[in-house]
Protein backbone atom coordinates (compact mmCIF):
# COMPACT_ATOMS: atom_id res chain seq x y z
CA UNK A 1 0.00 0.00 0.00
CA UNK A 2 2.66 2.04 0.31
CA UNK A 3 3.34 2.40 -3.30
CA UNK A 4 0.42 4.60 -3.30
CA UNK A 5 1.28 6.93 -1.45
CA UNK A 6 2.64 10.39 -3.12
CA UNK A 7 0.19 10.08 -5.63
CA UNK A 8 -2.51 12.20 -6.81
CA UNK A 9 -6.00 10.45 -5.03
CA UNK A 10 -8.78 11.26 -5.33
CA UNK A 11 -11.01 9.90 -2.33
CA UNK A 12 -15.17 9.52 -2.66
CA UNK A 13 -17.35 9.21 -0.43
CA UNK A 14 -21.47 9.52 0.01
CA UNK A 15 -21.68 11.88 3.49
CA UNK A 16 -19.09 14.13 5.11
CA UNK A 17 -17.40 11.81 8.06
CA UNK A 18 -16.91 9.11 5.67
CA UNK A 19 -13.68 10.42 4.26
CA UNK A 20 -12.20 10.24 7.52
CA UNK A 21 -13.27 6.96 8.67
CA UNK A 22 -12.36 5.20 5.85
CA UNK A 23 -9.53 7.41 4.43
CA UNK A 24 -8.09 9.43 7.47
CA UNK A 25 -4.73 8.44 8.13
CA UNK A 26 -4.06 7.74 4.04
CA UNK A 27 -5.05 11.74 3.64
CA UNK A 28 -2.56 12.41 6.39
CA UNK A 29 -0.22 9.90 5.39
CA UNK A 30 -0.29 11.08 1.45
CA UNK A 31 0.56 14.49 2.45
CA UNK A 32 3.34 13.80 4.76
CA UNK A 33 4.68 11.99 1.40
CA UNK A 34 4.68 15.07 -0.38
CA UNK A 35 1.02 13.50 -2.61
CA UNK A 36 -2.10 15.35 -3.62
CA UNK A 37 -5.12 14.46 -1.82
CA UNK A 38 -8.48 15.75 -3.17
CA UNK A 39 -11.96 14.64 -1.31
CA UNK A 40 -15.34 14.71 -3.10
CA UNK A 41 -18.27 14.23 -0.63
CA UNK A 42 -21.69 13.56 -3.30
CA UNK A 43 -24.59 14.91 -0.90
CA UNK A 44 -25.09 17.66 1.17
CA UNK A 45 -24.91 15.50 4.51
CA UNK A 46 -27.82 16.80 6.82
CA UNK A 47 -31.19 16.23 5.11
CA UNK A 48 -31.88 13.26 6.30
CA UNK A 49 -31.20 14.11 9.94
CA UNK A 50 -34.28 13.81 12.47
CA UNK A 51 -33.56 16.74 13.95
CA UNK A 52 -33.36 19.80 11.66
CA UNK A 53 -32.20 23.00 12.45
CA UNK A 54 -31.10 26.47 10.50
CA UNK A 55 -27.55 26.39 9.09
CA UNK A 56 -27.16 22.65 9.55
CA UNK A 57 -25.90 21.72 6.26
CA UNK A 58 -23.75 25.05 6.55
CA UNK A 59 -22.31 23.68 9.64
CA UNK A 60 -22.24 19.98 8.19
CA UNK A 61 -19.72 21.77 5.35
CA UNK A 62 -17.56 23.30 7.96
CA UNK A 63 -17.03 20.73 10.17
CA UNK A 64 -16.24 18.76 6.56
CA UNK A 65 -13.57 21.88 5.88
CA UNK A 66 -11.98 21.77 9.23
CA UNK A 67 -11.42 18.03 9.43
CA UNK A 68 -9.68 18.27 5.88
CA UNK A 69 -7.45 20.80 6.74
CA UNK A 70 -6.78 19.20 9.75
CA UNK A 71 -5.91 16.03 7.51
CA UNK A 72 -3.90 18.68 5.32
CA UNK A 73 -5.34 17.46 1.91
CA UNK A 74 -6.01 19.77 -0.97
CA UNK A 75 -9.34 20.58 -2.31
CA UNK A 76 -12.84 19.79 -1.00
CA UNK A 77 -15.67 19.06 -3.63
CA UNK A 78 -18.79 18.82 -1.82
CA UNK A 79 -21.97 18.81 -4.12
CA UNK A 80 -25.12 18.94 -2.53
CA UNK A 81 -27.46 16.07 -3.58
CA UNK A 82 -30.19 14.65 -0.82
CA UNK A 83 -28.75 12.62 1.83
CA UNK A 84 -29.48 9.51 2.45
CA UNK A 85 -32.08 9.62 -0.89
CA UNK A 86 -28.98 9.55 -3.58
CA UNK A 87 -30.58 6.55 -4.87
CA UNK A 88 -33.49 8.95 -6.31
CA UNK A 89 -30.88 10.67 -8.52
CA UNK A 90 -30.20 9.68 -12.36
CA UNK A 91 -27.50 7.05 -12.43
CA UNK A 92 -26.40 8.32 -16.04
CA UNK A 93 -26.11 12.07 -14.31
CA UNK A 94 -23.95 11.30 -11.04
CA UNK A 95 -21.72 8.33 -13.85
CA UNK A 96 -21.36 12.25 -16.01
CA UNK A 97 -20.66 14.70 -12.89
CA UNK A 98 -17.95 11.97 -11.03
CA UNK A 99 -16.20 11.24 -15.08
CA UNK A 100 -15.74 14.44 -15.38
CA UNK A 101 -14.15 15.07 -12.17
CA UNK A 102 -11.54 12.70 -12.53
CA UNK A 103 -11.02 13.34 -16.36
CA UNK A 104 -10.45 17.14 -15.06
CA UNK A 105 -7.96 16.57 -12.26
CA UNK A 106 -6.06 13.49 -13.86
CA UNK A 107 -6.08 11.05 -10.53
CA UNK A 108 -3.96 8.29 -10.32
CA UNK A 109 -5.93 6.90 -7.50
CA UNK A 110 -9.94 6.44 -6.63
CA UNK A 111 -10.72 5.00 -3.00
CA UNK A 112 -14.49 4.82 -2.40
CA UNK A 113 -17.14 3.31 -0.77
CA UNK A 114 -17.85 -0.68 -0.97
CA UNK A 115 -20.45 -2.28 -2.94
CA UNK A 116 -21.79 -4.29 0.15
CA UNK A 117 -21.88 -1.32 2.55
CA UNK A 118 -25.41 -1.32 4.68
CA UNK A 119 -25.88 2.16 3.61
CA UNK A 120 -27.85 2.51 0.23
CA UNK A 121 -25.93 5.94 -0.77
CA UNK A 122 -22.65 4.51 0.03
CA UNK A 123 -23.65 1.89 -2.49
CA UNK A 124 -25.07 3.73 -5.42
CA UNK A 125 -21.60 5.71 -5.14
CA UNK A 126 -19.89 2.98 -5.76
CA UNK A 127 -22.12 2.08 -8.83
CA UNK A 128 -21.11 5.49 -10.73
CA UNK A 129 -17.73 5.36 -9.21
CA UNK A 130 -17.38 1.66 -11.22
CA UNK A 131 -18.62 3.21 -14.22
CA UNK A 132 -16.89 6.54 -14.02
CA UNK A 133 -13.39 4.54 -13.43
CA UNK A 134 -13.13 2.53 -16.07
CA UNK A 135 -9.81 1.94 -17.02
CA UNK A 136 -10.06 2.95 -20.58
CA UNK A 137 -6.53 2.99 -22.83
CA UNK A 138 -6.78 6.98 -22.31
CA UNK A 139 -7.55 6.95 -18.67
CA UNK A 140 -4.75 8.25 -15.94
CA UNK A 141 -6.07 6.01 -13.19
CA UNK A 142 -3.57 3.51 -12.14
CA UNK A 143 -6.58 1.93 -9.52
CA UNK A 144 -9.47 1.47 -7.77
CA UNK A 145 -9.92 0.85 -4.33
CA UNK A 146 -12.53 0.77 -1.55
CA UNK A 147 -12.41 1.35 2.07
CA UNK A 148 -14.00 0.69 5.31
CA UNK A 149 -16.55 3.09 7.16
CA UNK A 150 -17.71 2.21 10.80
CA UNK A 151 -21.27 1.39 11.33
CA UNK A 152 -21.33 0.72 7.96
CA UNK A 153 -19.34 -1.61 5.90
CA UNK A 154 -19.08 -4.67 8.79
CA UNK A 155 -23.02 -4.45 8.76
CA UNK A 156 -23.49 -5.03 5.19
CA UNK A 157 -23.02 -8.63 5.27
CA UNK A 158 -25.05 -10.15 2.32
CA UNK A 159 -22.92 -13.47 2.15
CA UNK A 160 -19.61 -14.76 3.16
CA UNK A 161 -19.13 -13.84 -0.23
CA UNK A 162 -20.13 -10.47 -0.68
CA UNK A 163 -18.98 -8.69 2.69
CA UNK A 164 -16.02 -6.81 2.42
CA UNK A 165 -12.71 -8.43 2.47
CA UNK A 166 -9.26 -6.32 3.13
CA UNK A 167 -6.55 -7.45 0.37
CA UNK A 168 -4.30 -3.93 1.26
CA UNK A 169 -3.19 -2.19 4.04
CA UNK A 170 -1.80 0.74 5.45
CA UNK A 171 0.43 1.73 8.36
CA UNK A 172 -1.67 4.91 9.95
CA UNK A 173 0.81 4.68 13.67
CA UNK A 174 1.75 7.93 12.56
CA UNK A 175 -2.10 9.32 11.64
CA UNK A 176 -3.80 7.31 13.54
CA UNK A 177 -4.37 10.34 16.27
CA UNK A 178 -4.69 12.55 13.43
CA UNK A 179 -7.74 10.98 11.95
CA UNK A 180 -9.09 10.95 15.76
CA UNK A 181 -8.62 14.51 16.22
CA UNK A 182 -10.33 15.13 12.24
CA UNK A 183 -12.98 12.67 13.16
CA UNK A 184 -13.94 14.60 16.26
CA UNK A 185 -14.79 17.59 14.12
CA UNK A 186 -17.97 16.08 13.29
CA UNK A 187 -19.40 16.18 16.87
CA UNK A 188 -22.82 15.33 16.11
CA UNK A 189 -22.15 12.08 14.55
CA UNK A 190 -19.77 10.62 17.02
CA UNK A 191 -21.37 7.70 19.49
CA UNK A 192 -20.62 6.26 22.61
CA UNK A 193 -18.51 3.15 23.27
CA UNK A 194 -19.04 0.22 22.14
CA UNK A 195 -20.98 1.83 19.22
CA UNK A 196 -18.76 1.50 16.03
CA UNK A 197 -18.92 5.37 15.15
CA UNK A 198 -17.43 6.02 18.65
CA UNK A 199 -13.43 7.06 18.98
CA UNK A 200 -12.50 4.30 21.39
CA UNK A 201 -14.03 1.35 18.39
CA UNK A 202 -12.37 3.83 15.73
CA UNK A 203 -9.00 3.14 17.47
CA UNK A 204 -9.93 -0.39 18.49
CA UNK A 205 -10.48 -1.60 14.80
CA UNK A 206 -7.57 0.09 13.14
CA UNK A 207 -4.96 -1.76 15.98
CA UNK A 208 -7.17 -4.41 15.11
CA UNK A 209 -6.47 -4.04 11.24
CA UNK A 210 -2.74 -3.16 11.88
CA UNK A 211 -2.04 -6.42 14.01
CA UNK A 212 -3.14 -8.44 10.91
CA UNK A 213 -0.56 -7.67 9.03
CA UNK A 214 2.27 -6.81 11.73
CA UNK A 215 1.42 -2.99 12.19
CA UNK A 216 0.58 -1.00 15.44
CA UNK A 217 -2.79 0.68 13.57
CA UNK A 218 -4.05 0.26 9.88
CA UNK A 219 -6.67 1.55 7.56
CA UNK A 220 -7.70 -1.11 5.45
CA UNK A 221 -8.54 -1.49 1.53
CA UNK A 222 -10.26 -3.39 -0.97
CA UNK A 223 -8.77 -3.75 -4.75
CA UNK A 224 -10.95 -3.47 -7.75
CA UNK A 225 -8.41 -2.99 -10.50
CA UNK A 226 -4.88 -2.26 -10.23
CA UNK A 227 -2.84 -1.32 -13.97
Known amino acids: MEFVL ?18 GGLIYRNSLA ?10 EGTSAQTIQKDGLSEERHEQLLNAFKLLEGANVFHWSY ?34 YDVNLDHRVVFDSTLVATRPTPRSSLKGLFTYYVNSSTEWGVKSNNEKFHPNSYL ?21 KFPHPRSVDAVKYKAYSFGAEVGYK ?4 FNIIFLR
Open 6 to 23: GSKILVIGAHPDDEVLGC
Open 34 to 43: KGHTDVLIVS
Open 82 to 115: PDMRLDTVSHIELNKKIYELLHENKYDYVFTHHP
Open 171 to 191: NIEIALEKKISALLCYKDEIR
Open 217 to 220: AAEV
